[in-house]
């Protein structure tokens, strides 16, 4: 459920800005996200965060929503695929490895930095066939990486601390939050921009209800229980979804051309999956 919901988020996110703006898009994903959860929080008498574990968690909310999401839909706007964004996701168990050690003061091997650059060549190689001369395609591309570096780093820290916070006050206080801060930028830079046309808003309600709360709680609990394995297995599986979603839904047809670039990301992407479940299962014999 988790690798459809999230592998579907691209082209979604891609469709949807067909018809509105970046800014305009968070704010309507985080506001949707509040109001859908809101009365899901009091009908279940679930306990709210003290202002501590509140600004904890506007903390991740910053790197894991703002950031990542806000880095792919400029990205997608500028020109960048939604194919291409799905790629990149690819690559994010190896920067939760390197985040985690980072983090931790300590130097990740060699084997997690090679894995990560021949995932990255292979991603370049796409992108200087997709590009053709179209410059917001390749500061899109960047933002994608921006993107993942984000979401990577707001799951180590989602992982590491302790809250005793359950997983949709969590998200809501998260989605307030983000709701609070995405509104005002988009009416001060966009204004409010949206065209009132069916695929727009079935893009919106996937988004909403498909991405940010079902992916994102599915997301929660998998990090939350230290399945860094299992995660590591899906996102290398996202590009292949992701890209015959983007087909589907945003006519994203793949080039022949792009296939050996394709083959070398997923070469990375396997290997980081490898080293991934090295990884959890030394933990675990630990």
């Keep these: 459920m988790f690798l459809l919901v ?20 968070l704010a309507f994903r985080f506001a949707g996200a509040f109001l859908v959860l809101t009365p899901l929080v009091f009908l279940l008498r679930l306990p709210i965060p003290n202002f501590r574990k509140s600004y904890a968690l506007m903390g991740t909310g910053l790197f894991l929503h703002i950031g990542h999401f806000g880095s792919i839909y400029v990205g997608m706007k500028l020109g960048a695929s ?3 964004m799905a790629l990149f996701a690819a690559s994010q168990p190896v920067l939760v490895i390197i985040a985690s050690a980072l983090l931790a003061r300590k130097i990740p091997a060699w084997n997690v930095w090679a894995s990560l650059s021949l995932g990255l060549l292979g991603a370049m190689l796409i992108i200087g066939v997709n590009m053709q001369g179209n410059e917001g395609y390749l500061l899109g591309a960047i933002l994608g990486l921006t993107a993942v570096v984000g979401l990577s780093i707001g799951q180590v820290i989602e992982k590491q601390r302790k809250l005793g916070v359950h997983p949709i006050v969590a ?17 001060a830079f966009e204004g409010l921009v949206f065209s009132n046309a069916l695929p727009f808003w079935g893009a919106i309600a996937f988004l909403v209800l498909g991405n940010s709360i079902v992916g994102i ?5 998998m990090v939350r229980q230290g399945s860094i394995a299992k995660v590591a297995s899906i996102m290398f599986m996202v590009p292949a979804v992701g890209a015959l979603i983007a087909w589907l839904v945003a006519d994203e047809v793949p080039q022949l051309i792009a296939i050996p670039g394709f083959i070398l990301a997923m070469l990375g992407a396997l290997w980081t999956n490898r080293i991934a479940n090295r990884a959890w299962l030394k933990s675990q014999a630990i």
């Design 171 to 187: 998200t809501w206080v998260q989605y307030a939050f983000a709701s609070a801060v995405s509104i005002p930028f988009a009416l």
């Design 6 to 25: 999230w592998s579907a988020g691209y082209a979604m996110g891609k469709l949807a800005l067909v018809y509105t703006e970046p800014l305009n898009l």
């Design 217 to 221: 709680l599915l997301m929660f609990t």
């Design 82 to 84: 939604a194919s291409i």
